[in-house]
C-alpha cells in the first residue's frame, strides 16, 4: 500500500532527525514590522537631505572681477590685475555670515573670465601670476580649512564656461577633458566634505578664448560630461550635490529671492513640478547688496527688514537661501556688512529662536498605529527629534493636529516640516486659531498648500512686516489634501 510506506517513510525520517539535531521553530516577522508608511516617489537621496537641512547659507563672489570692476570678465585680463590690498581672509567671511545664522558657504574661485583663485596646473590665469603678495593666497584651501574649524558647511562655485581657454567650444573634447573636469579634480582635494559643488548654467558666449576674440557656444547637457563628473565626485565626495547643470538641485527661477508659495521639490522654476518624477529641491540665490555679485565701491547691504523678507519668502517656502556677501578688494567682508549680519543674526534668534509649540499640548484627530519599534503619536512634532513623525494611517488624509497653550500666548509664525525622506505629500492645509478654546478662526494667510521640507507661515499674511502677534489660547492645523497619508516631523511655533 502506498500511503501507509510514505507515511512509515516520514515518520521514520523524523525520528532520524529527531536522534540527529533537534527541530528549530523559526518566528515569522512582519514584512514591515515599524508599520512605516510607504514612500511617495519621488525621494530625495541622503546627500539631499544633507543639503536640505543647511538651509541658509553664503555667496561669496570674489576674484579678478573684484578688481576690474566688472561682473563677467571677457577672460583676457592681464593677471597682475588681482592684486588684493591686503591679505583675503575667508575665515573672516565664514565668521561674519556664521554670525547671521547662516550654516555654510559656497566660495567663488572661478568664474567666467577662467581665472582661478587657486594654483591649477590646468592654465596660467590663476593666482600663480598674480599682481602681489596678498594674490597668493590660496582661496580655497583657506576656505575649507576655515569650514572645517567653525563647523561649518563649505563648497566651491566653478565656472564650467571658461571666456579665457582657448580649447573652450573649439570642436573637441579637450577643454572638458584638460581643463574642467581636471579643476573640478583640484578642487575636490581640498576636502571630501564638501556639501555642494555649484556649476552655473552658462552654456558660451563671446570670449578671449585665447586670442581668437569670438563667440562660442555649446550644448552643456553633453559637452561638459556632466554623468562622468557626477560619477567621480561622488566617488570621493559622496555628500556633495552638484548644484545647476549637475542635476541635484535646481535653480529657484529668479536671482531676487523668493520662491512660489506653492512649491513641490521636483520640477522646474519657482514653483516646481507635482507631478515631476526626480528629485531636484529649489535653491534661491540673492544679492545680498545693493550692486552686483562682485563687490563694487559705493554698494551697501541689505536692510534687516528686506533680509527678513528674502528669508520668509525663500526657506519659509520649501527653498534654501544662498545669499551673496561679497568680500572687498582688501579681501574682506566691510565692516558695515559684518555688523549687519550679526544684527540679522540676533534678529532671527528673536523671532525663531524660542519654540511656543514645546510649551503646548499637542494632540491629534488621527494617528497611525504605532509598530515594533516607531510610534507616530504627535508628541513626536514637538520632540525636537528630526527622525521621529506624527503619521496618519494609509488612506487617512483629513486630519486636525491642535496645539493648546497653558496660558494665552502671543504668536506671530508657525513653521511646518514633513519627513521628506519618503516623499513630499501634502497638496493643501489650513491653520485656525482660538482666544477661548473653542471658537476658531482662519489665519488671513490663505496661500497653504505644500510643504516640504519647510514651510514658515505668517499669521499676519505678510513677509515683511512682523507685526504685533495675536493672542491666541490654542492653534490647529488641517491638513485637507495629500497625495498620501501625511507624515510630519516637526511643527514649531514662535
Same mark, same amino acid.
Given at each position: ?82 592684486? !588684493? ?6 575665515? #573672516? ?10 550654516? /555654510? ?29 596678498? /594674490? ?8 575649507? $580649512? ?13 565656472? !564650467? ?58 550644448? #552643456? ?17 559622496? $555628500? ?47 544679492? /545680498? ?33 544662498? @545669499? $551673496? ?8 567682508? !566691510? ?14 534668534? #528673536?523671532? @525663531? ?19 515594533? $519599534? ?6 513626536? @512634532? ?76 505668517? @499669521? ?35
Amino acid at each position: 500500500m502506498i500511503k501507509p510506506i510514505i507515511f512509515g517513510l516520514l515518520a521514520s525520517a523524523a525520528v532520524t532527525m529527531s536522534a540527529q539535531s533537534p527541530l528549530v521553530l523559526k518566528t515569522e516577522i512582519p514584512a514591515n514590522p515599524d508599520n512605516e508608511p510607504v514612500p511617495v516617489h519621488p525621494v530625495p537621496h541622503e546627500r539631499q537631505v544633507l543639503w536640505n537641512e543647511t538651509e541658509f547659507y553664503a555667496f561669496f563672489h570674489y576674484g579678478m572681477n573684484t578688481f576690474t570692476n566688472m561682473e563677467w570678465g571677457n577672460g583676457d585680463e592681464d593677471e597682475t590685475r588681482y592684486a !588684493p590690498k591686503g591679505k583675503p581672509d575667508p575665515r #573672516q567671511w565664514l565668521e561674519a555670515v556664521k554670525a547671521a545664522g547662516m550654516k /555654510g558657504g559656497i566660495a567663488v574661485v572661478k568664474h567666467h573670465d577662467g581665472f582661478c583663485l587657486w594654483p591649477t596646473e590646468t592654465t596660467d590665469h590663476s593666482i600663480a601670476n598674480c599682481g602681489n603678495e596678498n /594674490g597668493k593666497v590660496n582661496i580655497p584651501e583657506e576656505f575649507a $580649512n576655515a569650514a572645517r574649524d567653525l563647523d561649518m558647511k563649505y563648497g566651491f562655485y566653478i565656472s !564650467p564656461w571658461d571666456r579665457n581657454s582657448a580649447y573652450y567650444g573649439d570642436g573637441t573634447d579637450r577643454y572638458t577633458r584638460d581643463v574642467f573636469l581636471r579643476q573640478c579634480a583640484e578642487l575636490a582635494q581640498y576636502g571630501t566634505d564638501q556639501f555642494e559643488m555649484w556649476f552655473d548654467g552658462a552654456n558660451g558666449g563671446s570670449g578671449y578664448y585665447g586670442g581668437a576674440n569670438e563667440t562660442r557656444n555649446v550644448d #552643456q547637457d553633453t559637452y561638459y560630461d556632466i554623468p562622468n563628473l557626477r560619477d567621480s565626485i561622488h566617488t570621493v565626495m559622496p $555628500n556633495c550635490v552638484m548644484w545647476g547643470v549637475g542635476g541635484e538641485a535646481r535653480w529657484i527661477g529668479n536671482e531676487a529671492g523668493w520662491a512660489g508659495e506653492t512649491c513641490w521639490s521636483y520640477g522646474s522654476g519657482t514653483s516646481g513640478d507635482e507631478n515631476a518624477f526626480e528629485w531636484k529641491a529649489g535653491e534661491s540665490d540673492a544679492k /545680498g547688496t545693493s550692486a552686483g555679485w562682485f563687490w563694487h565701491a559705493g554698494q551697501s547691504i541689505h536692510t534687516l527688514d528686506r533680509l527678513w523678507q528674502f528669508y520668509m519668502e525663500t526657506i519659509g517656502r520649501n527653498a534654501t537661501l544662498i @545669499l $551673496n556677501i561679497p568680500p572687498n578688494n582688501y579681501g574682506l567682508i !566691510p565692516a558695515t556688512d559684518v555688523k549687519r549680519l550679526a544684527d540679522f543674526g540676533k534678529l532671527l534668534e #528673536q523671532r @525663531l529662536g524660542n519654540d511656543l509649540a514645546k510649551t503646548a499640548t499637542v494632540t491629534a484627530s488621527a494617528t497611525r498605529t504605532a509598530g515594533q $519599534n516607531r510610534n507616530y503619536e504627535a508628541s513626536n @512634532l514637538i520632540d525636537g527629534d528630526k527622525d521621529t513623525y506624527w503619521a496618519t494611517d494609509d488612506g487617512v488624509i483629513d486630519s486636525y493636529i491642535t496645539f493648546m497653550f497653558p496660558e494665552t500666548t502671543n504668536v506671530h509664525l508657525v513653521s511646518l516640516m514633513e519627513y521628506i525622506r519618503k516623499g513630499q505629500r501634502v497638496k493643501g492645509f489650513t491653520i485656525e486659531t482660538t482666544t477661548d478654546g473653542e471658537n476658531w478662526t482662519p489665519i488671513k494667510y490663505d496661500k497653504t498648500t505644500t510643504i516640504g521640507y519647510k514651510r514658515i507661515i505668517p @499669521l499676519n499674511g505678510s513677509t515683511t512686516t512682523y507685526g504685533k502677534g495675536y493672542d491666541i489660547k490654542g492653534l490647529r492645523i488641517h491638513i485637507t489634501d495629500s497625495k498620501a497619508c501625511p507624515l510630519l516631523h516637526t511643527v514649531s511655533i514662535y
